[in-house]
């Protein structure tokens, strides 16, 4: 980690913090509280959605990189299918990190413990819609250089997902933090 930039790692620390925090919460818990969450868990939570998308960007990193593959090392085909992998992969670790983000707040139980980290979750799952959005004009800047239909069919499926997930991530952060 040492050329990791100082805002991952302060988000890192803060990450272990919080995860420890929920685990802490969760341990003392009363057996009202885990039976109430016994019934959320048979339900799909928001974290369980964000974690979908994210396994459809890991199924488009495998095919990016297979499609790289079929076209030679060293090709501009090349090239583009592993930029599009590579994009693939860090809206997968967006994804990731906010799934993990609202499956904290999710499970903190404690009402003014979660009134406290509400607006740091939404804050932080409205910076990955930011970033997302950064990735998509990356997508559409390597669509702009291939010629292989299948490249340019697999990226704008997923351009199409990520859009998707981006919509979804505001909409967890406006509506469903509550």
């Known amino acids: 980690m040492s050329d990791t930039s100082p805002h991952v790692k302060r988000f890192?620390?803060?990450?272990?913090?919080?995860?420890?925090?929920?685990?802490?919460?969760?341990?003392?818990r009363s057996p009202d509280i885990a039976r109430a969450?016994?019934?959320?868990?048979?339900?799909?939570?928001?974290?369980?959605?964000?974690?979908?998308?994210?396994?459809?960007?890991?199924?488009?990193?495998?095919?990016?990189?297979?499609?790289?593959?079929?076209r030679g090392a060293g090709s501009l085909e090349f090239e583009v299918a592993m930029g599009l992998h590579d994009i693939a992969e860090r809206v997968q670790d967006h994804l990731d990190a906010a799934s993990t983000l609202v499956w904290i707040y999710e499970s903190v139980s404690c009402v003014p413990?979660?009134?406290?980290?509400?607006?740091?979750?939404?804050?932080?799952l409205s910076f990955y819609v930011a970033l997302m959005g950064?990735?998509?004009?990356?997508v559409n800047n390597n669509l702009a250089y291939t010629t292989a239909p299948g490249v340019a069919t697999t990226a704008n499926q997923m351009?199409?997902?990520?859009?998707?997930?981006?919509t979804?991530?505001?909409?967890?952060?406006?509506?469903s933090l509550k």
Do not use: H
Request: aromatic content about 8%; overall charge neutral.
């Open 134 to 138: 950064s990735e998509v004009s990356m």
């Open 12 to 28: 890192l620390w803060f990450f272990f913090g919080c995860l420890v925090t929920a685990l802490i919460l969760d341990a003392v």
């Open 168 to 175: 979804m991530l505001a909409s967890i952060a406006q509506n």
């Open 37 to 70: 969450k016994s019934r959320q868990s048979e339900m799909q939570t928001s974290s369980d959605l964000i974690s979908a998308r994210a396994k459809q960007l890991l199924d488009y990193e495998q095919d990016f990189l297979d499609l790289s593959k079929a």
């Open 159 to 166: 351009k199409a997902d990520i859009r998707s997930a981006q």
């Open 113 to 124: 413990d979660k009134i406290k980290i509400r607006p740091m979750v939404s804050s932080q």
